[in-house]
């Protein structure tokens, strides 16, 4: 049984909430205690149904406005996946949370209301998705019960979507007809689409092939923490713990350890004391070295043959996720998987119009949910992975030093 | 290709040791918080992936009711003394005697609510900078959004609209002095998993996770041990059951479901069918809608 990490997306009220509370509802994720309070909850708000959209609704404040504001992360599974869900808000004022849910997904799921059609918000939705390099994208046509079952309806959604998504980064598009209120295609096709030759939603999220999603090419190992027992036992044992960001590793493989830039060989992949052959990503593990060199947290580990170039300048998307603005010349603390090295922001390139990509020049600062292209000046070597190629090690984080907050998501344009 | 295919469980557990190697990594000063739980029972065998041949970079500490059955207090002692790792108890009594918390009285009175003033008391006593502690989003609604790091300002208190941003498996764990962090590892296992995980790996529980004989009383459809601790009505008749423990928190506002499973694999069979997620047998969470988010604001775990 694989892991599917997915998010949805689509504007207010294009039935997020309905179609997740659908998805946990008939795939029996909703249990007795959590139907009885979403029946309460229907009654209190008068609703005459089963509001299946109360099941995702987290925080008292979202209740009380009826809308959701951060992310939540809602669990189901069949016999054949573990799915999470990264449900997120739609708002171009909640840029950053989608981003935030985006990072981690395989999948999104754009809603798009077969009435209105491809919408700003759907275009904004998939450009997030571009951007953070997400394998596939669904594209649910929701409310079909609204438009009579229309098939040519169907199409010519597909169709406009098509057109805008050509310049997109997405490899993988699906689209899927649905009514997530009365449940056609979600969980089971439906009567009502006989035209529809595909799989259903649940179908789909099933069977959809994301083995390699993961980057298993390039021999990435950050070094987290060092384990040294210095016991009776054990009192020279040293070993690189860390989690593979991508690639694979194998015993006796020489490596370079980057920033320094000396090259050893692995003896030894431990795990709970076995010695494994090899270790791939995403497996946590710990690495021990031919040679005693000066290794801590923060380095990296990467195949001698063909190493990533590394450097101090970065060029790179980033979203603004702080209310303070965004000037060039603010320093940063930039977190690259397990390494801080300070940051200056040398020059915003251009702002990207989110609902269009168009990019915006000579722009002098970035508000909070504003992505841009800029320029990055590193106080010491990190690695420069184009985030296209390795969602691992192209993406960083950048740190407000008075604050502490975490003020903006990169991604490493090579 | 096939040989590098990641099952759902290693992919949880590799999360969970790479959060648990961040804290090591991050904070100065964290603690495991060890309440005997399967939740936490299993944080310390991802901590044991984590680190062995090593010791813990951490302590145990544990925040001691005073209501616990005596199979929890057994069980702790007996995997402190195998996996030879530090524990320190802090007692919620200290803090009634010290007058820092009222006990609650009546029905439904309980010491859940008094741990957070023992905990934060503990925290700042030993100057904790980290707590990791084994709750789950699949809990509660409000767990859901909790992050993976999830900092509390100096007085322990959760501002959801506050959180920071959680991206890829970037963990900020910057802080101010006096703030500190919970961290949860198993954040993104469900109930399911976390047995799935204890049947796979052959974790040791306390018997009380298993069906034995107890003397029990029903109280709003649910089985609650006869205890000193537990104030019963007149019309709450004590009766013989077969039953056994979802989760085993303090003794008075955890209840019993009747149930013949005797193994784990019994459970998770049991858990399949179930219609109840397991916080439906928690008295606490039933007060209000709205409780969980209420206390975790408060600076309950
Ligand atoms: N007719 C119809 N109504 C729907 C469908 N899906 C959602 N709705 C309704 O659209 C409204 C907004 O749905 P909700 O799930 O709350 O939208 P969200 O804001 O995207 O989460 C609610 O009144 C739903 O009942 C559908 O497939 N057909």
Known sequence: MELLRFLTAGSVDDGKSTLIGRLLYDSRSLLRDQLEAIEKSSRKKGDDFLNLALATDGLKAEREQGITIDVAYKYFSTPKRKFIIADTPGHIQYTRNMVTGASTANLMVVLVDARNGVTEQTRRHSIIASLLAIPHLVVCINKM??????????????????????????????????????????????????????????????EVYIESDRNLQNPRFPVQYVIRPETAEYPDYRAYAGMVASGIFKQGDAILVLPAGFTTTITSIDFYGKQLPEAFAPQSVAIRLSDNLDIARGDVFVDAVNPPRIGQDILANVCWMSSDELRPGTVLILQQNTRRVKAKITEIVYKIEINTLDEIVGVGALKMNDIALVKIRTAAPVLLDDYKFNRATGSFILIDENTNLTAAAGVIRG | MSSYHINYLDALEAEAIYILRETAAQFENPALLFSGGKDSIVLVHLALKAFRPAKFPFPLLHIDTGHNFPETLQFRDNLISKIKERLIVRYVQDSIDKGRVKEETGKYASRNALQTVTLLDAISELQLDACIGGARRDEEKARAKERIFSVRDEFGQWEPRMQRPELWNLYNGKIRKGENVRVFPISNFTELDVWRYIEREGIELPSLYFTHERDVFERDGLWYPDSPYIHREPQETVVRKKVRFRTIGDMTCTAAVLSQADNVAAIIEELIKAETTERGSRLDDKRSEAAMEERKRGGYF
Request: proline share 3%; aromatic share 12%.
């Open chain 1, 145 to 206: 019960d609204l438009v009579g079952f229309s098939q040519e309806r169907f199409e010519q959604i597909k169709e406009e979507f098509l057109q805008f998504s050509g310049k997109l980064n997405i490899k993988d598009i699906t689209f899927i007809p649905i009514s997530a209120l009365q449940g056609d295609n979600v969980v089971n096709l439906s009567d009502n689409m006989p035209w529809y030759e595909g799989r259903s939603l649940l179908h789909y999220l099933e």
